[in-house]
């Protein structure tokens, strides 16, 4: 029991993992109001953390609405040039150029009776 207990931690450890973590800030952020008759506005910027698997196809970061379940986003990555696409069920869409680190966010939510702000920023990567 003990010789089966120690080949699955090894066999746990040896899965290869591809995704980077990333700490990426928003250098500015503007969208519509929507509370204010779709004014246009500057909005507060942020901070994420987000994991980036560029093998997989795939972007997690609970901060901008990117969960692990894969049946709610979909990730595209243009390898001419250099960007992963990502866009999930919430309405966030997110880019991300794998030489630069610069990525865009936008925040598209559309249902009846909205009440959240479309809102797009940029801004830069950085790999932890």
Same mark, same amino acid.
Do not use: H, W
């Given at each position: ?8 931690? @090894? ?12 700490? /990426?800030?928003? %250098? ?8 204010? +008759? ?11 953390? !987000?994991?980036?698997? $560029?093998?997989?196809?795939?972007? @997690?970061?609970? %901060? ?7 049946? +709610? &986003?979909?990730? +595209? $990555? %243009? ?6 696409? /990502? ?5 966030? !869409? #997110?880019? #991300? +150029? ?7 966010? !936008?925040? @598209? #939510?559309?249902?009846?009776?909205? &009440?959240? %702000? !479309?809102?797009?920023?940029?801004? &830069?990567?950085? &790999?932890?």
């Amino acid at each position: 029991m003990k010789f089966f207990s120690y080949i699955l931690i @090894v066999f746990f450890f040896m899965i290869p993992t591809y995704a980077d973590i990333y700490y /990426c800030i928003e %250098d500015s952020k503007t969208g519509f109001d929507t509370q204010q +008759n779709f004014k246009i506005e500057r909005f507060q910027t942020k901070k994420f953390s !987000a994991k980036i698997d $560029l093998i997989n196809k795939d972007l @997690v970061s609970n %901060d901008i609405y990117f969960s692990k379940n894969k049946k +709610n &986003k979909s990730c +595209n $990555l %243009d390898r001419i040039e250099n960007t992963l696409y /990502c866009m999930n069920s919430f309405g966030q !869409a #997110f880019s #991300f +150029n794998t030489e630069t680190y610069r990525f865009f966010l !936008a925040s @598209v #939510f559309n249902k009846n009776g909205l &009440k959240d %702000d !479309a809102t797009i920023s940029y801004g &830069k990567c950085e &790999k932890f």
